[in-house]
């Protein structure tokens, strides 16, 4: 995607690759908020807050469900109830894997915040980035993105922009 725009329409349900981001804000107009990033490699890593606490937390648009450092989650997160469990694949290996759901109660992104959003315990080891001195803490997936119309990952600027 570098030097291109991804656009996600959940409204109508599709994504695009745009060269410009002007010819979604002519669609669409100014958007409610805006988040810098930076990138590791292709995974945009952007500061938020979990629990008060400033992280670095990578973008997965492909996961369906946050995924939050172990240690973090045993400070921060709460726990949703016996029995809420999700089978997740990515985490180190190819089987899928039964984790418990918590819950973040106030995730913080730029402007944006959001509440109880659900998540699951994961060792992000392997996306610790000693050059620049991040350790990812969180991977947010798709939920991150869920009450915003219109999402717009430009490449080129290193900002996420949304539309409610």
């Not at 450092?69 to 469990?85: I, Q, S, V």
């Not at 106030?106 to 109880?116: H, P, S």
Request: proline share 4%.
């Amino acid at each position: 995607f570098q030097g291109n725009c991804l656009f996600i329409n959940q409204k109508e349900d599709y994504v695009d690759i745009f060269k410009k981001k002007k010819t979604v804000f002519e669609l669409l107009g100014k958007p409610d908020y805006k988040i810098p990033f930076n990138l590791l490699g292709h995974l945009p890593v952007i500061k938020a807050k979990i629990g008060g606490m400033v992280v670095f937390c990578g973008i997965d648009t492909g996961s369906s469900i946050h995924l939050v450092d172990e240690e973090l989650t045993k400070k921060y997160c709460l726990n949703k109830g016996a029995g809420n469990y999700e089978y997740v694949k990515g985490i180190g290996t190819e089987n899928l894997v039964r984790k418990e759901i918590k819950i973040i109660p106030r995730l913080e992104a730029g402007n944006a915040v959001q509440w109880e959003t659900d998540c699951v315990p994961a060792n992000l080891s392997h996306l610790q980035e000693p050059t620049f001195n991040w350790k990812i803490e969180a991977l947010l997936g798709m939920p991150f993105f869920k009450h915003y119309k219109y999402i717009l990952i430009d490449y080129r600027s290193l900002n996420i922009f949304m539309w409610e």
